[in-house]
């Protein structure tokens, strides 16, 4: 799978490319099938942190992180800033339900979907972009793992917001 660029992105089968602030206002296009997500800055995109984000707080831990924290866990030469799963073998959830949860954290609802927090403490979230790719015989935990495989091997880490903490 290549994930260069948006082109290949998109030619790896992944679809929607909505903003977050679309997204948020209406999730109706995000499919009901377990897959696989990334988010992803927008071209050119300058990043700016934000001391306190917009994120929630998860079995009463406190969301954010320190400016410098999030400075030493950005990739400049990323797209991609994030990537996760929704559903598998053993789990019922799916794109719509994951995304839904992962969105409502950012507003800062007590939702589980603590991972990828980092993103929340951007400046400008909502320009962002998720795309998502359906795996209606794939298991997600799989191509997660290969795409951030993928991503490591090209920036020696993993994406911003996939921190494991």
Same mark, same amino acid.
């Given at each position: 799978?290549? *994930? ?5 992105? +998109?030619?790896?089968?992944?679809? %929607?490319?909505?903003? *977050? ?6 999730? #109706?296009? *995000? ?14 995109? *300058?990043?700016? !942190? ?7 707080? =998860? ?6 992180? #320190? ?16 990537? %996760?799963?929704?559903? %598998? ?15 409502? !954290? ?16 951007? +400046? ?8 998502? +790719? ?16 993928? !991503?490591?091997? +090209? =920036? ?10």
């Amino acid at each position: 799978m290549n *994930i260069e660029n948006l082109e290949s992105i +998109k030619k790896s089968g992944f679809n %929607g490319f909505i903003t *977050i602030l679309e997204l948020k206002s209406n999730s #109706t296009s *995000i499919p009901k099938v377990k897959g696989v997500y990334m988010v992803l800055r927008p071209d050119n995109k *300058i990043v700016e !942190f934000v001391e306190k984000g917009t994120g929630g707080f =998860f079995n009463g831990e406190y969301p954010n992180v #320190t400016i410098m924290e999030l400075e030493n866990s950005w990739i400049e030469e990323a797209q991609i800033i994030y990537i %996760g799963k929704a559903g %598998g073998s053993n789990l019922d959830a799916t794109l719509n339900s994951r995304l839904k949860q992962y969105l409502s !954290f950012g507003r800062g609802k007590k939702v589980g979907h603590r991972g990828g927090r980092y993103i929340w403490q951007i +400046k400008d979230i909502d320009d962002y972009i998720i795309c998502w +790719k359906e795996l209606p015989s794939d298991e997600p935990r799989n191509i997660e793992s290969e795409l951030l495989g993928i !991503f490591k091997e +090209k =920036f020696h880490n993993r994406p911003f917001a996939n921190r494991v903490n």
